[in-house]
């Protein structure tokens, strides 16, 4: 069925069309609870439960890459419209990198003001051609989703029509920066506060048992933050990728920042995830690890200073079919996300890896024949 309000207008299209989204329910009527919305929204109920709600924001990072591949069939870095050269630059945050692709970015930016998606102005990232694009803080978990969900298709669509590809590959290069989803959340009460402020620059108890949620519920939630196979290349030790439960302050070598700013603004920016990765579930699966770890009261232990991301956490299943094994065995999520929607995932998510399994991949025949 449609959702409500939803219904917007498809700018890149070659004539009027509108796009709307679409929920599934059970053959009583209830919300179906196989779908990623759905549970996203169970996970915002047990929130409200304690007088709260979620404050969200995404990041999303891609590469935008030539529509053709090399002669070995590898993706390559774009050709500059302004240049006419292919892109090698390594120029994070630089200027010059966003000049030749304006055309493409304003059509972006044009693109998600006509659909309602609060996205801001785009940056260079690490890699040739890597980017990324904000979304606003949005007061509705849910519908923070619905936009992440949204900027997302707009960016290929918008892409394609610029003879690129917009690529939310986790790892597409080895050797070069891979493409996260960073999620920046803060809990406001029935009054408009922020929780997680206390007043002072460390912010209140219930931030820390916060970020000792999601340290206790990552090991079980990695299925969600890295979906594919694929996912978890990026994560190798001082590539600015989290690899272990460690927290900070301003610190982007942790897994959970808490950012500088204002004190009202206290939040968590949770840094584990991929591009790759739903946006409804990691949302969920954030959310769920917030709610435990407050209604727990788990501490985090103490803040990390320097680089974090040096060595890697064993206990951390960083290899897809450990994770689904964790996830099999969990008991934390399957309280917030339901056994059903758990077995249903991981069960497809193996069956994906045992079908990529069964394909003999180039470097057995180079390595083998």
Known sequence: YPISESIVPVPWASMKQAQVLMTMVDRDGTPLNLEPRVVLSNVVAKLAELGLHAVTACEFEFYVLDRERDRKGLPQAPINPATGQ??????????????????????????????????????????????????????????????AVMLRHLIGAIARKHNFIASFMAKPFMGQAGNGLHVHCSLLDEKGNNIFDNGTNEGSIKLRHAIGGLQATLGEAMPFFAPNLNSYRRFEPNLFVPVNRAWGYNNRSVAFRVPAGSHSAMRVEHRVSGADANPYLVLAAILAGIHYGIVNEIDPGEPAEGNACDSMDETIPFYLPSALKRLRNSTIIREYFGDQYVDVYAETKMLEFDKFQRAISPLEYDWYL
């Open 86 to 147: 292919r892109e090698t630059a390594n120029e994070v945050y630089g200027i010059t990198e966003l000049d030749g692709f304006m055309s493409l970015l304003k059509d972006i930016d044009e693109a998600a003001a006509e659909q309602g998606v609060p996205a801001s102005g785009a940056t260079a990232e690490f890699a040739p051609g890597q980017y990324e694009i904000n979304l606003n803080h949005e007061h509705d978990a849910v519908r923070a989703g619905d936009h």
